[in-house]
């Protein structure tokens, strides 16, 4: 109820808002605390209403917008340097639909970013994510890896597999689980994948331990599970990781769709990632599907907080993934090239409603901040469990429930339901007015908000101090990452070049118009217009 009323129409009306109340979160606290955290937790939390809000802003040309092949849930945190290569991963949320669910939703994962670094201009990183979009549409095999994030995220690569498995094990050792509870259901997957690979050992699926994982934000409440298999050979030392996730039915977005079921993530992994994981395929569990493949010993998902030292970082991947999507965007079938009108189809769109991507960005960043309010304001409610019903905001049988004793549950504001009501009482004490307009009377103040305990504030001579509301001024700046003030560098900068204590920005510095991708020649829109 907090929740809703603190989100507001425009939260409600896209189904942004999630309480932390609701059944599921109740017992996940550690999820709860992760979603407090940022904007953009709470943003991947909500990928699957997201994706229904991007769908009504676009509803009045829906019919014009050309059908494209979606990741489905596309944002920073989503881009991984693995030992396989490079970007967006996990396509669980994978389907058919207008191509600007993927644009919006990885537009506002860079705002979001830009704001946790502190970076007040994100338009940049838009900017160029959109423009390697098009540039992926007019030439497929355009590429332009972020060298210097795939540097430093290899840096910590450990190309141990030891170290891999053993990794693994501590995870799947948290919730461990008997490996004949899968084995039955698993058979049809290690037949599936023998049939594609008649090479492999007839044991290389057989599972020799098992457990859950409770690892991400978006699939949170979705059940994982982590398999140990036995591999090429019955040494220890070349066991295989396996893991098995419940592909989640899509909502009815009534624009985002699929015909093929649980098999559209393997189907948009073949479309959309530059390096497929291996072992992948599917095994049910009565009437869920869990979709399957093999981990890789390295692997590093990028974090908002922490992959980006610079601003020309978080740039140069927006760039890499509008690569990535712009080349599947347009695909439809695995293993084949698109056709060049599906190419101009999409960069005739993407030019004619950038506009309106960009509104629609600025929009559900709002939305999902302000959704991410109110649920971190419900978070953070005391436990009231075991206190007593508060007349004034409650209907109390035998007391108030029969409209006689006037009270703010049924009584203030018309008798509509209230959030809460403020009582003013004159207390006497000796020696002191009774006269509540005289500034020297002892006033009690009780502020009474549903579901908590009575508030109780004094006023007037109280221990020889006479007690005031405070007014407080106008914030001056944002608040950092840190708690620490923002400050304008940008005079400061300024003035130390021109007494020489700084040197000229280089011509790769994101500072400077020409960007960050040297002097390659982008797709204009006005060329296409």
Known sequence: MLTALLCGTAALGSSLCVSPGTPE???????????????????????????????????????????????????????????????????????????????????????????????????????????????ALVDPGRERPPR?????????????????????EALMSSDPVDPSELESDFESYAAEMHAT??????????????????????????????????????????????????????????????????????????????????????FARGDRVFRVYGWTDDYVELKGESSFPEPRDLRQVAYDVGIQLGRAHPRDTPGRAPAREARMRLLE????????????????????????????????????????PNVFTSIVPGINDNGVIPTGANFANGGLRTLGAVRVTLEP????????????????????????????????????????DLRVPPVAAALGRHGHRQQRAGPLLHLGRQHGALPERRRDDPGQHGGVFGEHRHVQCSATE
């Open 197 to 282: 690979s008649p090479a492999l050992p007839a044991r290389f699926f057989r599972i020799k331990k098992a457990g859950r994982l409770a690892l991400g934000i978006g699939s949170a409440l979705e059940d994982k599970y982590l398999l140990r298999i036995e591999g090429p050979t019955d040494r220890e030392g070349d066991d295989q990781i396996l893991e098995a996730k419940l592909v989640g039915a899509l909502p009815d977005s009534g624009c985002v769709r699929t015909e093929v079921g649980a098999r559209r993530v393997f189907l948009g992994m073949s479309l959309i990632a530059r390096a497929p994981f291996p072992y992948g395929g599917l």
């Open 148 to 168: 210097r994030t795939i540097r430093r995220a290899r840096a910590g690569f450990a190309s141990d597999h030891g170290l891999a498995l053993r990794r693994a």
């Open 429 to 468: 004490k000796p020696g002191l007015p009774t006269d509540p307009d005289d500034p020297r009377a002892f006033i009690d103040m009780f502020t009474d908000i549903s579901g908590l305990f009575v508030i109780n504030n004094e006023s007037g001579w109280y221990e020889g101090w006479m007690l005031h």
């Open 25 to 135: 979160l109740l017992a996940r606290s550690a999820l709860v605390a992760r979603l407090r955290e940022t904007p953009h937790n709470y943003f991947r939390f909500v990928n699957r209403p997201f994706a229904q809000a991007v769908c009504r802003l676009f509803d009045d040309v829906q019919g014009s917008l050309p059908e494209a092949s979606l990741h489905g849930d596309a944002h920073v945190e989503q881009y991984a340097v693995t030992s396989l290569g490079r970007g967006l991963t996990d396509f669980d949320d994978s389907a058919r639909g207008p191509f600007v669910v993927d644009l919006v939703r990885f537009g506002v994962s860079l705002e979001l970013v830009a704001r946790e670094n502190g970076w007040r201009d994100a338009q940049r990183a838009i900017d160029d994510f959109l423009r390697g979009y098009r540039d």
């Open 349 to 388: 769109a993407t030019c004619a409603y950038e506009g309106r991507v960009h509104q629609a960005i600025a929009e559900l960043v709002e939305r999902t901040v302000q959704a991410w309010r109110a649920f971190r304001t419900e978070a953070v409610r005391p436990d009231t469990t075991g206190f007593a």
